[in-house]
């Protein structure tokens, strides 16, 4: 890229982060320090405010890096990514959002020990939600990374690990001074900015080929090199049985994975009430299904207006997609409008990646602080000292987090978003569906769904063909290729949910139908909810 494109795109980046820094130290200074203030917020936010919120959450550097790149270098395989993410949504609404904001106070822990012994319970949930949430912290650290070297012109290998850990620096102090208040007005800055430099590069595009979609469609098939078949499913996923078990494997991840994610289910506390958590997800849905039909735009229009060997060129894995697209539209690499245009949507990714990266990181260090330091510590943890805690978690985790960005620097952001999900999936989500609706579930039912689905997932992964086994691979020069599915989801979500019913029927502990009742009253109705 030109000087003109660093300078502007570089001033955008600070300006951001002199916003959000700004946001945090106002915050920080009218904290009042409890544990409902830094992990909740103080439940003062509107269901639009939080709605927006939500939306910042989860449209991550995954869904506008990632999925665009995967459409105009894949076609029709690519946009499945954005037909699971939205989808998920659903089963958040219908299944998880009231229930879980009645039974709960912070974490997705809180819901399962409301009926089961709290320290096996507390310690599994807390290791899983920290899991995941380092698994999805390095999506963002890749996508960092990748911006970073776009802008440097590919040379700036130094330049893509400092970005990293300065990504990690910044997650750390958002959290650790903020806390959740100032994590979620970050979230709805960076939504109001994503959507509005997505809507601008989508009527863009259309108005390329003069508002006929058909017209763009074909363009980008014909400019693929693939024909008709990059508009048919099978290009990435189709080529043998093993390909198309990957394809389910994925879309089982990414549907069910949404309600298991962490950072999603901690927003739900940051309301006043079950209804307003309900409200903020029809805001979220209605946000971020916009959102994903303009990626999908966007994604062919990569593959038509740049192509995908340019694509491909510039990045392996598809990340850089939308910020050529938008050098394209704005005039060319050497025009104000390209470098203009270039440049705000390389800060707006950028913004996406940092205000990602703090919500995540807030979760994760609240699971270190409420369920593992609280359960390890029961009789002398105090509100004060666990919010002390969580913020020595959140330097910890954002120290592993920058160490597992810097490796994984050259995979697709959203198929490492992918991972996440499965393991989600595989690990919370079923304890969350049994603690909600299984009358009969015991302690050790939980603690092995848990664990049931998390250790499989993981395994899976390190023998998959993610880690080692093809030039693609984390570590292309060996071979420990054993399981050949990329995405673990298809094996290990059934496993999770076999290993909670195995534990329970195994138990000899008596399921505790008292608190069972009043955890079910309290789930549908609120009565008694924090």
């Known amino acids: 890229m030109t000087v003109d494109h660093q300078t502007l795109s570089l001033l955008l980046f600070s300006v951001f982060v002199a916003i959000t820094l700004a946001i945090t130290a106002w915050v920080g200074r009218n904290r009042r320090g409890s544990a409902e203030e830094f992990y909740a917020g103080g439940r003062l936010f509107t269901p639009m405010e939080n709605g927006f919120a939500i939306a910042g959450d989860y449209m991550s550097a995954a869904s506008f890096l990632g999925i665009s790149g995967l459409i105009a270098l894949f076609g029709y395989d690519g946009l499945l990514y954005s037909v699971g993410f939205l989808v998920a949504w659903l089963v958040v609404l219908f299944l998880v959002a009231e229930l879980v904001r009645n039974c709960g106070r912070f974490t997705l822990a809180d819901v399962v020990a409301a009926r089961m012994r709290e320290r096996p319970v507390r310690i599994a949930a807390g290791t899983s939600s920290v899991t995941v949430s380092v698994l999805y912290l390095v999506a963002q650290m890749v996508g960092a990374g990748t911006l970073v070297a776009l802008l440097l012109g590919g040379k700036g290998e130094g330049a893509q690990a400092w970005t990293v850990i300065g990504v990690g620096a910044l997650m750390v102090i958002y959290v650790s001074l903020g806390g959740m208040r100032a994590t979620t007005w970050i979230q709805i800055v960076k939504s109001v900015l994503l959507l509005g430099g997505t809507i601008a590069l989508t009527v863009l595009v259309l108005l390329r080929f003069h508002g006929d979609f058909d017209q763009l469609l074909l363009t980008a098939a014909e400019r693929s090199g693939h024909g008709d078949a990059f508009l048919a499913p099978g290009l990435k996923y189709g080529g043998d049985w093993t390909a198309r078990l990957d394809f389910i494997s994925l879309g089982l991840a990414l549907v069910l994975g949404t309600a298991g994610l962490p950072h999603i289910l901690s927003r739900f506390y940051t309301v006043p009430t079950a209804r307003a958590a309900r409200r903020s997800v029809v805001w979220a849905i209605g946000l971020i299904g916009g959102f994903y039909l303009m990626t999908i735009v966007l994604g062919f229009g990569a593959a038509a207006i740049v192509g995908p ?75 004060r000292s666990e919010v002390a805690v969580a913020r020595v978690a959140a330097v910890g985790i954002g ?117 069972h009742a009043e955890t079910e009253v309290r789930s549908l109705t609120g009565a008694g909810a924090v």
Not at 348 to 370: E, N
Not at 448 to 464: D, E, N, R, T
């Open 309 to 383: 060997e340019a694509v491909r060129g510039s990045n392996a894995a598809g990340n850089t997609a939308v910020p050529l697209l938008a050098l394209d539209l704005g005039g060319g690499e050497n025009s104000t409008g390209g470098t203009v245009l270039f440049a705000v949507v390389a800060a707006i990714a950028f913004a996406t990646i940092l205000a990602v990266v703090a919500g995540i990181t807030l979760a994760s260090s609240a699971s270190v602080a409420h369920d593992l330091y609280a359960s390890l510590r029961r009789r002398h943890a105090k509100p």
């Open 399 to 515: 120290v592993v987090a920058i160490g597992l960005g810097l490796l994984a620097r050259d995979l697709n952001v959203a198929f490492l978003v992918g991972l996440a999900f499965a393991v989600a999936a595989s690990a919370n989500l079923p304890v969350l569906l049994y603690s909600l609706f299984w009358r009969d579930f015991t302690t050790r039912g939980a603690v092995w769904a848990v664990y049931g689905g998390l250790i499989p997932a993981l395994v899976l992964v390190l023998l998959s063909p993610v880690v080692s086994g093809s030039p693609e691979s984390l570590f292309p020069d060996v071979d420990f290729q054993y399981f050949p599915l990329q995405n673990p989801g298809l094996v290990s979500i059934p496993l999770g949910f076999i290993a909670g019913w195995l534990g329970t029927v195994t138990s000899a502990e008596a399921p505790d139908e008292a608190k």
